[in-house]
């Protein structure tokens, strides 16, 4: 119970945790994209094996330290460079990485025609590919956390967290990326950049997180404004329709006019009941000179 009153130990966890989750991020990404092309019924079920094989890989590596340092000693040596089991993993990976984004990108870019003459990719296959990038990142996330955490039972409850977190938010950053073609194509180049960082970190040339995530951070932010200002654009403001809409009004007011038409043509064709009741009456008033009253006698 010590360790939960050391502020050392929860630094290190945050610090483990928030570089789990940033490093998780390209994972989703990867897995998101795979499984957009299942059925809609089969991706969640992909997401979540997806990840989960990643959790359980990291617990490996993380249970097998020993093994993981072992894999820094060189091997074999190609033109002057030391190549190590890790080297390998890393350059296998990031070739893997490379060609499977740019393969996304051209499917992307092809258009339709293209899309309908592809074939369905089976689940199994989807599933192998994502296990294949599960051991890559979860080799480099394990690496990174024995650099910065001494403590097994940090790295493992920072390991734990991190992908309980990314479980619960895969499906909404799959959604949105899908939902979305220009964020869809700016993840694919995000892969294509940490498949380039993962084969220099692979021939020992060494490139610093920041540099890596600094500017995908900065490409987000701006994608971000541009998706919100595209949003504005898109709303029209309420307009208000009038009663008769023009090029109607005409028809209307002829058909009136020919329903008054229609009414004077019947009461001309039934000059008896119907004229009596329409016409007014007469009066003439005459005066009878003989009475002295001058009562009038209406003759009608």
Do not use: C
């Not at 970190?201 to 998706?227: C, R, T, W």
């Amino acid at each position: 119970m010590e360790w939960m009153l050391s502020p050392e130990l929860w630094i290190a966890f945050s610090t483990l945790l928030l570089l789990e989750i940033v490093l998780g991020i390209d994972n989703i990404v990867f897995i998101s994209i795979l499984a957009g092309r299942l059925p809609a019924d089969q991706q969640k079920k992909a997401r979540t094996i997806g990840l989960s094989l990643a959790l359980v890989t990291r617990l490996i590596l993380l249970a097998s330290l020993s093994w993981v340092i072992g894999l820094t000693a060189p091997l074999f040596t190609v033109l002057g460079q030391e190549i190590s089991g890790r080297d390998l993993i890393l350059l296998i990976g990031g070739l893997f990485l490379l060609g499977k984004a740019t393969y996304e990108i051209h499917e992307q870019l092809e258009g339709s025609d293209h899309a309908k003459s592809s074939k369905t990719v089976s689940f199994a296959s989807v599933i192998a590919q994502i296990l294949v990038l599960d051991v890559v990142f979860s080799l480099d996330s394990v690496i990174t956390a024995v650099g910065m955490v001494d403590e097994l039972g940090i790295m493992i409850a920072a390991v734990v967290v991190a992908m309980a977190i990314m479980l619960l938010s895969a499906g909404a950053i799959s959604d949105f990326v899908n939902r979305h073609p220009t964020v869809k194509m700016l993840a694919l180049s995000f892969l294509l950049l940490i498949g380039g960082s993962l084969i220099a970190e692979g021939l020992d040339q060494h490139i610093a997180k920041g540099y890596v995530y600094g500017p995908i951070a900065f490409s987000v932010l701006v994608e971000f404004l541009n998706l919100k200002a595209r949003s504005k654009r898109e709303k029209k403001p309420v307009q208000l329709h009038p009663t008769y809409v023009k090029g109607q009004q005409g028809s209307t007011a002829g058909e009136g006019a020919a329903g008054e038409g229609a009414a004077g043509e019947g009461a001309i064709a039934a000059p008896g009941a119907t004229a009596t009741a329409t016409a007014p009456a007469r009066t003439e008033v005459e005066t009878d000179p003989g009475k002295s009253s001058g009562e009038p006698t209406g003759r009608a």
